[in-house]
């Protein structure tokens, strides 16, 4: 199979949402805060009606729906998800029975989990499926869903919720560069959920940064390595179009960019133009370690890479910043938010994904975009993505429901003997939502 990748992309987010000023306020933080300081506008999240679960079903079904697929035809499932309802049971098996109305139960794949990595693990395994001498001819599908929430506190505005679809196979309009793929996977206390009774994580905010960073660093010198062998040539950041990073805040991905600036420079002073050498010059003899703590290297590489964040990024941080960290689904809405934007003039563009997970594992890797035919090309991708009109039709909530939402959400996970609302009146025609949990803790699913 040649040109393995994304034949088609569907996202899921739900309605509920409360916008980061208002959140700001509420929580007693400092004007600017959220949404200057973390660089956030607005964030999603789920009421009782609706979980991992739902939100998977909903965006799976609309997916096959839009593009026409026969679910006979789906020949391997893998869910990335972070979000615990069961400890043995997987999301997966959940989707089957979408499968098993129509006969087709020869799937194959499970759950992928670790922390915001899970879907980057499930795409991998689709990709090489289809790349392998195990493929059957059909297509892999691949599901990143999250629903992302926080005790209160500093990390509380850093959450988020969505799920999001994505079609493998052969001729794909968005194919992997499989060869050039860098990563780094090490030990770490930095974001983890040892407290089964909870859906909050244990989370070390500083320590998370750090190292999130400290991956991006690594997987790019291995990427970069990996390149120079491949084409002979050193690789700099002028050889992708645009960069999509795991985001669980919009500004840590401005960091991340400039991050990358930094690895140019001190690659090769000469990639860089004479302002940068000169503004990130005095910076060229930290360690590792200073360099990571130093606020001033931080400000000036921000202000040098502005141009080409803005020209590289910028394109990509629209759904994270409306809809919050989506944990495994986060890098994919970042690259969602790309081909919504510049559909029409991605071909034979090259796009560099970071991705991330706490405890720690990440991986850099290579895409590139071509022209192809109907329904699977960029076009009717963000056609049926319609990521404007959901965006438009969401609900904002007052911080006292959205507060109140949360506290009935701590209640109900993983409680049992429980009907949810009656009140579907916010979810959009053909969405799946919860309607009970029985007292073997049976979860019943309906669609509006
Ligand atoms: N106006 C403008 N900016 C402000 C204001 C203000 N009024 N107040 C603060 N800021 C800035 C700060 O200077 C800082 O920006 P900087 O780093 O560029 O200096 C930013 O806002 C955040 O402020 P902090 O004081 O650093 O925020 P705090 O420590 O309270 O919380 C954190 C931030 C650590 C990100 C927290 O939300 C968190 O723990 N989130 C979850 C962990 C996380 O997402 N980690 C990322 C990788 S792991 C993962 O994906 C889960």
Redesign the pocket.
């Given at each position: 199979a040649k040109n393995v990748g994304i034949l088609a992309m569907d996202i899921y987010f739900p309605t509920t949402c409360i916008q980061q000023e208002v959140l700001e306020a509420h929580d007693g933080?400092?004007?600017?805060?959220?949404?200057?300081?973390?660089g956030q506008d607005c964030m999603a999240f789920c009421t009782e009606l609706e979980d991992v679960i739902s939100m998977s079903l909903t965006v799976v079904t609309s997916l096959l729906e839009k593009y026409g697929i026969d679910p006979k035809q789906i020949g391997r499932l893998e869910v990335g998800s972070e979000t615990v309802i069961d400890k043995s049971k997987s999301i997966k098996t959940f989707l089957m029975q979408i499968f098993e109305k129509y006969g087709n139960t020869d799937i194959e794949g499970v759950d992928s989990t670790n922390?915001?990595y899970g879907g980057t693990a499930a795409l991998f395994n689709c990709v090489n499926w289809v790349e392998s001498s195990s493929w059957d001819g059909r297509y892999g599908l691949v599901v990143s869903v999250d629903s992302?929430v926080?005790a209160e506190?500093?990390?509380?505005?850093?959450g988020g919720a969505a799920a999001i679809a994505m079609l493998i196979g052969p001729d794909a309009p968005i194919a992997f560069e499989s060869k050039l793929r860098g990563s780094h996977m090490s030990h770490a206390y930095?974001?983890y959920k040892p407290n089964l009774a909870s859906e909050y994580?244990v989370?070390?905010?500083?320590l998370?940064?750090t190292?999130?960073l400290m991956a991006l660093d690594s997987c790019y010198k291995h990427f970069c390595h990996k390149y120079e062998k491949l084409e002979g040539k050193q690789f700099f950041i002028s050889d992708a179009d645009y960069f999509v990073f795991?985001s669980?805040?919009n500004?840590?991905v401005?960091?991340s960019f400039a991050r990358l600036v930094f690895n140019d420079f001190l690659k090769n002073p000469s990639s860089v133009d004479e302002v940068t050498k000169e503004k990130l010059g005095p910076f060229s003899t930290l360690s590792g370690d200073e360099s990571y703590q130093s606020?001033d290297l931080?400000k000036a590489s921000?202000q040098v890479a502005k141009p080409l964040y803005d020209e590289k990024v910028q394109p990509t941080t629209l759904i994270p910043k409306q809809v919050g960290?989506m944990?495994t689904a986060?890098l994919y809405a970042a690259f969602a938010s790309l081909i919504h934007n510049k559909h029409s003039t991605l071909a034979g563009k090259r796009v560099i994904l970071f991705s991330?997970?706490?405890g720690l594992t990440a991986t850099l890797f290579s895409l590139k975009l071509r022209d192809d035919q109907h329904p699977f090309n960029l076009s009717n991708i963000a056609k049926v993505m319609n990521v404007e009109g959901k965006l438009k039709s969401r609900h904002e909530f007052s911080p006292e429901k959205f507060v109140e939402t949360m506290k009935l959400m701590e209640h109900r996970y993983g409680a049992k003997d429980f009907v949810t609302s009656k009140d579907i009146s916010l979810l959009p025609p053909g969405t799946f939502y919860l309607t009970e949990v029985d007292s073997l803790y049976r979860r019943f699913y309906a669609k509006k």
């Open positions: 933080a400092s004007k600017g805060k959220y949404t200057i300081g973390l922390a915001c992302a926080y506190g500093p990390a509380r505005p850093t930095d974001f994580p989370v070390d905010g500083k998370s940064q190292c999130y795991h669980p805040y500004k840590l401005q960091k606020r931080e921000q960290n944990y986060s991330y997970g706490s």
